[in-house]
C-alpha cells in the first residue's frame, strides 16, 4: 500500500475485473493491477484452492492486502457473471476496468490438430462460447455500472493467430476473430461515456496451460520469425493489457494491440 510520503500509484482507487485470472496470463494481469494500486477480482472456473493461492501470493508480494478478492464464476453463464459484476461493485465500490482474458480450454498441439475437414461446428461453438459468449455475458453486466460513472476501459485478450494463423487453429482463431470485431463495434458505440474498449493480440506464450504441448519445431519457427528474437511472456501480455487499461491510453479505443514481439506488424 502506498503511504502519505509515497508517489500516489497510477491505479490506486480503480477497480478491476480480470477473467480466467487463477494462473498464466491472467494472473499475471491481475498482479500487475495490484502492483499498480488497483483493486483486483480474480474471476475463475472451478479451483478454489489455486485461485485462493494466486491471490494471497499477489497480495504478499505486491503489498495489495485488501485489495484483492476471488470469484468464482462461469463466464458463459450470465447468471453468475451478473453476480461477478455485484460482488465487485459491493467489495471495491464499482468496476473501472474489465479484462476479458477466459477461454474454453484449448491446447497449441500441432501433432493433436484437426484440419477443417475434420472439425465439427460443436468445435467451433465451444469456443465461441468462451471468448464470445463470456466478453458479451460480462459487458452486459458491467457496462450498466460504467455507463453510469460515464467511464471504463475494457481490454480483451485476442491472439496474433487472427492476422497470422502460422498453424490453423481453425476453432480457437475464428472465436477469437470474432472477439475483435466485437471489441470494435463496442468501441464505436460506447465513446460517448467515456468507455474505451480495446483488444491485445497475444503471441504464444510460454508457460501456459495451452502452449504446453507446442512442438519444438513450431516454437524455433515462430522464434525465427519474430524481430525480438523469443516467444512472449505472460509479463509481456500483462503489460500490454495494463497500459491499454491505464490512463496513459486515455485516447485509444477501437485497437487491437499485437503482444508478439513484432511477428505480426499492421
Same mark, same amino acid.
Given at each position: 500500500?502506498?503511504?502519505? +510520503? ?34 483486483? @477480482?480474480?474471476?475463475?472456473? +472451478? ?31 450470465? !447468471?453468475?457473471?451478473? &453476480? ?6 459491493? =467489495? ?11 477461454? $474454453? ?9 484437426? #484440419?477443417?475437414?475434420?472439425? $465439427?461446428?460443436?468445435?467451433?461453438? !465451444? ?31 485476442? +491472439? ?5 494463423? *502460422? ?5 480457437? #482463431?475464428?472465436?477469437?476473430?470474432? %472477439? ?8 464505436? !458505440? ?10 491485445? &493480440? ?5 508457460? =501456459?496451460?495451452?502452449?504446453?504441448? #507446442? ?16 516467444? &512472449?511472456?505472460?509479463?509481456? *501480455? ?24 513484432? %511477428? @505480426?506488424?499492421?
Amino acid at each position: 500500500m502506498t503511504t502519505a +510520503s509515497s508517489p500516489t500509484l497510477p491505479l490506486a482507487g480503480k477497480a478491476a475485473i480480470v477473467t480466467g485470472a487463477s494462473r498464466g496470463i491472467g494472473a499475471a494481469i491481475a498482479r500487475r493491477f495490484a502492483e499498480l494500486g488497483a483493486a483486483v @477480482v480474480i474471476d475463475y472456473l +472451478s479451483n478454489d484452492e489455486r485461485a485462493l493461492a494466486t491471490a494471497t501470493a499477489i497480495e504478499r508480494e505486491t503489498g495489495a492486502e485488501g485489495r484483492v478478492a476471488v470469484f468464482r464464476a462461469d463466464v458463459r453463464d450470465e !447468471e453468475q457473471v451478473r &453476480a461477478l459484476a455485484a460482488f465487485t461493485e459491493e =467489495t471495491f465500490g464499482g468496476v473501472d476496468i474489465l479484462v476479458n482474458n477466459a477461454l $474454453s480450454h484449448y491446447s497449441f498441439d500441432p501433432r493433436q490438430r484437426r #484440419t477443417f475437414d475434420g472439425i $465439427s461446428w460443436d468445435d467451433y461453438r !465451444e469456443q465461441i462460447d468462451g471468448c464470445l459468449r463470456g466478453a458479451y455475458n460480462t459487458c452486459a453486466a458491467c457496462l450498466p455500472r460504467m455507463r453510469r460513472q460515464a467511464g471504463g476501459a475494457i481490454v480483451n485478450v485476442s +491472439s496474433n493467430l487472427v492476422d497470422a494463423p *502460422i498453424v490453423p487453429y481453425h476453432d480457437y #482463431t475464428a472465436a477469437k476473430g470474432s %472477439l475483435v470485431g466485437f471489441t470494435r463495434s463496442l468501441a464505436q !458505440e460506447l465513446g460517448k461515456w467515456g468507455i474505451r474498449v480495446n483488444a491485445v &493480440a497475444a503471441g504464444l506464450t510460454v508457460g =501456459t496451460d495451452s502452449s504446453r504441448a #507446442t512442438t519444438e519445431d513450431v516454437r524455433e519457427r515462430i522464434v525465427a520469425m519474430t524481430p525480438l528474437g523469443r516467444l &512472449a511472456t505472460a509479463d509481456d *501480455i500483462a503489460g500490454a493489457v495494463v497500459m491499454l487499461a491505464g490512463d496513459d491510453a486515455a485516447f485509444i479505443t477501437g485497437q487491437t494491440l499485437h503482444a508478439d514481439g513484432g %511477428l @505480426v506488424m499492421r
